[in-house]
């Protein structure tokens, strides 16, 4: 077989990847027939493909290049760390650098008392880790009744067995015997589907209530915790209305259970600030985090602990880990994010400069007939497509076909932007200037004109 290269034509490189490469979340035999689309290399908010198109990245990857591509500095904070000590575990009471100035540095960073880290090697395995340490924190303080979870509709928390049954993704559910059993689920706080004809107060403290029906119907002596996205991500970027993550927290004080922010999209300065949980003012027990840590350039993920969870799990063997909890190349990759982060005051530009400056634009989306609300935190941001603003209503054909359309007039115009059923959402690498701002607006503009047109000629608007 000849070298597989960046040179080598598209149409091979798709027909390679058609017969050997199964892809996540996609329908196999639907690609192949049409063939992916190869990305060749990227700096800053942009990607190459194979064809020579520069795109606009504006899902930052999966919501997780927040430095941005082409960082150098990472690539030798890889070499270095490999050259040096390119494996060893923590396992088997042995420790070593990178983990070590990784953990001290989150400790830094992290609200409150969040002073521990566990290492995964993704947001799902974090997940995984955070059912075993609750339901292992209540056995060890002697109420092992505690094992239930609450989690939300049309959460994301992964595609583990434990990640995807913490999520409440119906589809997901659908496949391969989950939920695994003792998780329940209350409903979103999207007051745009699902809010009737009530405020959004209203609607958002109706909703953060149902957390307190569900530990009293479950009984408080059974549920070990609950677990919630600060600002759902793959949901649709679904931001709960004001009076909702107050009400929550007051009910997370009240009961006594655990609150497991997962701040795997949040974390990082997605939010203008270094967590979600600071953005919205919640105090997690437990913080889930990957994506940003490393901006995605290696798989690192973890649980931040409180002092007080810290200390219960570390009161007898903890029979948990991975063959890549605390990898050294990650985690060297990971400090050097920070730093730029840190350093570069990324996260501050977010809040006080390009943050601001997106959200103006963003929300002038809303004055496209085709959108009804338009809602931002930071650096995401959703659309809801809709035929009749006023009424908030859903498109009547089957669900995800508008936004699916508008979707490709993006990617057509060179502009990642994802769709969840009719929602548009972004997310793009932290370091966006405000003339990409521009040219993202623009091609969000045009992408919803060429939707609507399309719209038109199939009479469904
Ligand atoms: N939690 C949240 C909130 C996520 O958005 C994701 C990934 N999109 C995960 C967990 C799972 O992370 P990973 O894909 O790294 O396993």
């Known amino acids: 077989m000849p070298a597989i290269t960046n040179h080598m034509p598209t149409a091979e490189l798709q027909r390679l990847d058609a017969a050997h490469h199964m892809h996540p979340f996609t329908h196999g035999n639907g690609l192949s027939a049409k063939g992916a689309r190869v990305i060749t290399r990227a700096d800053g908010v942009w990607l190459n493909d194979s064809e020579g198109a520069r795109i606009l990245d504006a899902m930052a990857g999966l919501w997780c290049v927040n430095i941005g591509y082409g960082r150098h500095e990472l690539a030798e904070a890889a070499e270095r760390q490999m050259r040096e000590l390119p494996y060893y575990n923590t396992f088997f009471q042995t420790t070593h650098v990178p983990a070590i100035a990784l953990a001290a540095r989150l400790a830094e960073l992290a609200p409150g008392d969040l002073n521990h880290v566990f290492y995964a090697g993704s947001g799902s395995e974090a997940n995984d880790t955070n059912i075993r340490i609750v339901r292992q924190y209540w056995a060890e303080k002697g109420k092992p009744s505690k094992r239930k979870i609450i989690s939300r509709k049309n959460a994301y928390h992964g595609s583990t067995m434990g990640g995807a049954s913490l999520g409440g993704m119906a589809g997901m559910h659908a496949q391969g015997g989950l939920p695994i059993p003792d998780i329940h689920y209350i409903d979103q706080p999207n007051w745009w589907a699902e809010g009737g004809e009530m405020t959004p107060?209203?609607?958002g403290l109706e909703r953060a209530r149902q957390l307190e029906a569900m530990?009293?119907?479950?009984?408080?002596?059974?549920?070990?915790?609950?677990?919630?996205?600060?600002v759902?991500?793959?949901?649709?970027?679904?931001?709960?209305?004001?009076?909702?993550w107050p009400e929550v927290q007051r009910i997370c004080?009240?009961?006594?259970?655990?609150?497991?922010?997962?701040?795997?999209i949040c974390g990082f300065g997605r939010t203008g600030r270094w967590f979600g949980s600071e953005t919205l003012g919640l105090r997690p027990d437990i913080m889930t985090i990957a994506k940003g840590l490393s901006s995605g350039y290696q798989p690192i993920g973890g649980s931040l602990l409180s002092d007080e969870v810290a200390a219960v799990i570390s009161g007898h063997e903890f029979n948990h880990g991975y063959t890549y909890s605390g990898h050294p190349v990650a985690c060297a990759v990971a400090l050097e994010n920070l730093r730029i982060l840190d350093e570069e005051k990324i996260v501050e530009r977010v809040a006080e400069d390009t943050g601001p400056y997106l959200r103006e634009k963003w929300e002038a989306l809303a004055d496209h007939p085709l959108v009804g609300e338009a809602k931002i935190v930071g650096m995401m941001a959703s659309l809801a497509l809709t035929p009749?603003?006023?009424?908030?209503?859903?498109?009547?054909?089957?669900?995800?076909?508008?936004?699916?359309?508008?979707?490709?007039?993006?990617?057509a115009n060179n502009l990642i932007m994802r769709h969840v059923g009719d929602r548009m959402?972004?997310?793009?690498?932290?370091?966006?200037?405000?003339?990409?701002?521009?040219?993202?607006?623009?091609?969000?503009?045009?992408?919803?004109?060429?939707?609507?047109?399309?719209?038109?000629?199939?009479g469904l608007f």
């Open 201 to 203: 107060e209203a609607f």
């Open 215 to 230: 530990i009293n119907e479950l009984g408080e002596e059974n549920v070990a915790a609950f677990i919630a996205e600060p």
């Open 232 to 244: 759902q991500g793959a949901g649709g970027v679904i931001v709960a209305p004001d009076s909702y």
């Open 253 to 264: 004080d009240k009961y006594e259970i655990l609150f497991i922010a997962d701040e795997v």
């Open 388 to 411: 009749d603003k006023s009424a908030r209503a859903a498109f009547a054909s089957s669900a995800g076909t508008v936004g699916f359309v508008c979707r490709d007039r993006c990617f």
């Open 425 to 458: 959402i972004i997310s793009p690498p932290l370091v966006i200037s405000r003339d990409e701002i521009d040219i993202l607006i623009e091609r969000a503009w045009k992408s919803l004109d060429q939707c609507l047109q399309d719209l038109h000629e199939k």
